[in-house]
């Protein structure tokens, strides 16, 4: 920063030493996005608000996922959400041996573009690796013409493939690397595997159901499992039918088993949409407050387990922030005060991870977390330019990103950060205006700072002016409140100061209508 103190005239001086627009001095905690109210309470090293309490949960409506605990339910509406989360677990308890089916499509309009399958199958097993307990112990890449049909495989690679997993008895279950298997389909392959056989949706939700903390995270992550519920009913139903133990009507109803059921799921399904709009309207009032308290937002966006977190912890300093070698990490969008050498407070907001073939399901549900990125100031695209298919992961970004039709001026003005640079002896970017950086060894830091800084203050049309403003009066203290106040600089036989500040133009505009002249 300080190359503007380097600047200063010989004269008496003042630094800001308390005013809520400067720097937190200790490092600001971080709170859940929607918590942002607590900004305008005290600023941001005074902020009180919910990111305090234990945000625990139950995830799998029995199983808790590792490192959670039990939320208190405050009010008769949370237990109705309580009861929303309730749920049958998803996958198997315990340790599992995997084994991971991925199909090799390497022709025809479904073959994957840009990838290989060695990158799918490393993406695949780190899904897995994520899970508390589980291990793949055996991985088959099997070519397929045809991955939607109802085995996946042809008949010759079929029976070979049955042939080695029912050879394997240490193998306990089947990751099958597809999107989403029909019901039929994960029938029939369990009959003939002997094991459970999972698609990549029902694994990607599962780590979803783990790490989702707030209220808002857990029940989109409910919603997002409402198509698999579906599929799973018609599933169950039929089986019932065969065994002959279900009644095909529910007494005097009129339903049928099937009919109660699916009413059910709509009622579920209406009342999680509608716990998750009291949410969204609690968010939009809470952002209209943040937006007339004008802290700039930085969205951090990126593939998962890129150092978005890490990141953002080198930048605030916020030590509460835990990044991890894990996909998915991040489920809760929080928001973290920084301060960049202009001396502006900015909040960076923490993203859910995006990945390559992830359920269309799951980013829709989390559309309304999202929404923050939307309204945020400035986008900063973080990348892991150590990763071999980092291309692959930036395509995969900016089409998401495309997807959830962001303004077209945040798009255009996307800051793109090269992380991870240090794994990369010899790192230079070979685009254009990206910043290269080591979030983890801190490197390259103030350069990003600076670029941030200038962004900011483009994107938001704040600008440095140097005021003269006279001491008797309230000016100076009317810019520390609505300003960010960068120096002051004493003349004392004039009984002023110059004052150089970082002003919007309509803090700039009521300045000049409050003091004339
Ligand atoms: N070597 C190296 N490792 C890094 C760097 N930045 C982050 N990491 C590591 O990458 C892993 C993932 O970091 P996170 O910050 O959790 O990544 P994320 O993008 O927030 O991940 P999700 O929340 O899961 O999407 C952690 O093990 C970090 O220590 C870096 O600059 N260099
Ligand atoms: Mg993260």
């Not at 306990?172 to 369990?190: D, I, S």
């Not at 809760?332 to 920084?338: F, I, L, P, Y």
Request: glycine share 8%; proline share 6%.
């Amino acid at each position: 920063m300080w190359a503007l103190r380097a600047a200063v005239r010989p004269r008496f001086r003042l630094f800001p030493l308390c005013c809520s627009r400067t720097a937190p001095r200790a490092p600001a905690p971080s709170f859940p996005a929607r918590g942002l109210a607590a900004v305008g309470r005290g600023g941001p090293g005074n902020l009180e608000g919910p990111w305090g309490r234990g945000r625990g949960l139950r995830a799998d409506g029995g199983r808790s996922c590792a490192g959670d605990d039990e939320e208190e339910p405050e009010d008769a509406d949370e237990d109705a959400e309580e009861e929303l989360l309730q749920r049958e677990p998803l996958l198997p308890a315990g340790t599992q041996r995997v084994c991971l089916v991925h199909p090799d499509v390497k022709w025809g309009p479904r073959k994957p573009q840009m990838t290989r399958a060695e990158w799918q199958v490393a993406e695949a097993t780190a899904l897995v690796h994520t899970l508390d307990g589980w291990s793949v112990v055996q991985t088959m890449v099997v070519s397929t013409k045809s991955p939607d049909k109802k085995l996946v495989f042809g008949k010759g690679n079929f029976e070979h493939l049955t042939e080695r997993i029912r050879r394997s008895p240490d193998i306990t279950c089947v990751f099958l690397n597809v999107e989403r298997m029909a019901a039929p389909t994960k029938k029939e392959l369990e009959a003939a595997w002997g094991v459970e056989v999972f698609d990549r949706f029902t694994v990607v939700l599962h780590i979803f159901r783990c790490n989702a903390r707030t209220k808002e995270a857990r029940l989109q992550v409910a919603l997002a499992e409402i198509p698999l519920l579906r599929s799973n009913l018609k599933r169950d139903v039929a089986h019932l039918h065969r065994g002959g133990s279900g009644s095909r009507y529910i007494m005097g109803s009129g339903e049928s088993f099937m009919q109660v059921q699916q009413r059910l799921l709509k009622e579920k399904e209406a009342k999680i949409r509608k716990a998750l709009d009291g949410l969204r309207k609690k968010r939009h009032v809470l952002r209209r407050q943040r937006t007339r308290r004008e802290f700039p937002v930085v969205s951090m966006v990126g593939y998962t387990n890129c150092g978005k977190t890490t990141l953002i912890k080198a930048l605030t300093g916020d030590t509460a922030l835990q990044p991890r070698d894990r996909l998915f990490a991040t489920l809760d969008v929080t928001a973290h005060a920084g301060t960049l050498p202009s001396r502006l407070t900015v909040l960076y907001v923490d993203t859910i991870g995006f990945l390559s073939q992830l359920p269309h399901g799951l980013i829709e549900s989390f559309a309304a977390t999202l929404e923050d990125v939307a309204h945020s100031d400035l986008i900063v695209h973080v990348r892991d330019v150590s990763h071999p298919e980092a291309e692959l992961q930036k395509a995969s970004v900016v089409a998401t990103l495309r997807g959830l039709r962001l303004p077209a001026p945040l798009l255009d003005s996307m800051l793109e950060v090269h992380n991870k640079v240090d794994l990369v002896p010899g790192y230079h970017p070979t685009e254009p205006n990206v910043v290269p950086v080591s979030a983890l060894l801190g490197h390259g830091l103030q350069e990003l700072k600076a670029e941030l800084d200038a962004a900011v203050l483009k994107a938001t049309g704040r600008q440095v002016l140097t005021l003269r403003v006279r001491l008797a009066g309230a000016q100076l203290s009317w810019l520390h409140q609505e300003a960010t106040v960068q120096q002051v600089d004493v003349i004392p036989e004039d009984g002023a100061a110059d004052v150089r500040v970082v002003i919007s133009h309509s803090a700039y505009g009521k300045f000049r209508k409050l003091f004339p002249g």
